[in-house]
T-cell receptor, first 111, second 110 residues
Framework: GIQVEQSPPDLILQEGANSTLRCNFSDSVNNLQWFHQNPWGQLINLFYIPSGTKQNGRLSATTVATERYSLLYISSSQTTDSGVYFCAVAERTGTASKLTFGTGTRLQVTL | DADVTQTPRNRITKTGKRIMLECSQTKGHDRMYWYRQDPGLGLRLIYYSFDVKDINKGEISDGYSVSRQAQAKFSLSLESAIPNQTALYFC?????????FGQGTRLTVV
């Protein structure tokens, strides 16, 4: 099956700093999503971005499908940005598409 | 109300007991999924379903079963719970594009 790798695995930032998280995938995908898992365990949809660039406030994402990677940018980080960031890709298998998750980037933003 | 609702939110059960986790959705999506997350790890797929007549095993289906009672309902069962099934369980729905997740069920098997 498809492999999804995220880097870095852990990241510590001071409040106000910028960061870039990377997601590499091993095969062509139909879809790609970025999620934030907050400290309470909830998964929050950030971006649905199979290709191109999107921005939402301090966050933006870019997917280059032909080169099999996606980047998530966090600018002016805040302590509420702490948590784990996952990318997930969808490959078509049989009659349903499976979402495969990366192992995540754990972000800690300190004061 | 949440679009994807999981019940219960938290559960402690004993080894050997049967337990069912339920998921319902109001988004009208055809695809539904059950995932498991262990501490410090990503989500792994247990089962997925395209519609009520379509059930597929994921990468870690052993020890689990599912039932798609209706388009909006997808239940996960542990026939005989064991301690290494202690984890955070997520249900998700998807149509053609974006997937949406429930709040999660934190299951502890003692």
């Amino acid at each position: 099956g498809i492999q999804v790798e995220q880097s870095p695995p852990d990241l510590i930032l001071q409040e106000g700093a910028n960061s870039t998280l990377r997601c590499n995938f091993s095969d062509s995908v139909n879809n790609l999503q970025w999620f934030h898992q907050n400290p309470w365990g909830q998964l929050i949809n950030l971006f649905y971005i199979p290709s191109g660039t999107k921005q939402n406030g301090r966050l933006s994402a870019t997917t280059v499908a032909t080169e099999r990677y996606s980047l998530l940018y966090i600018s002016s980080s805040q302590t509420t940005d702490s948590g784990v960031y996952f990318c997930a890709v969808a490959e078509r298998t049989g009659t349903a598409s499976k979402l495969t998750f990366g192992t995540g980037t754990r972000l800690q933003v300190t004061l | 109300d949440a679009d994807v609702t999981q019940t219960p939110r938290n559960r402690i059960t004993k080894t050997g007991k049967r337990i069912m986790l339920e998921c319902s959705q109001t988004k009208g999506h055809d695809r539904m999924y059950w995932y498991r997350q262990d501490p410090g790890l990503g989500l792994r797929l247990i089962y997925y379903s395209f519609d009520v007549k379509d059930i597929n095993k994921g990468e870690i289906s052993d020890g689990y079963s599912v039932s798609r009672q209706a388009q909006a309902k997808f239940s996960l069962s542990l026939e005989s719970a064991i301690p290494n099934q202690t984890a955070l369980y997520f249900c998700a729905t998807r149509k053609n594009t974006e997937a949406f997740f429930g709040q999660g069920t934190r299951l502890t098997v003692v």
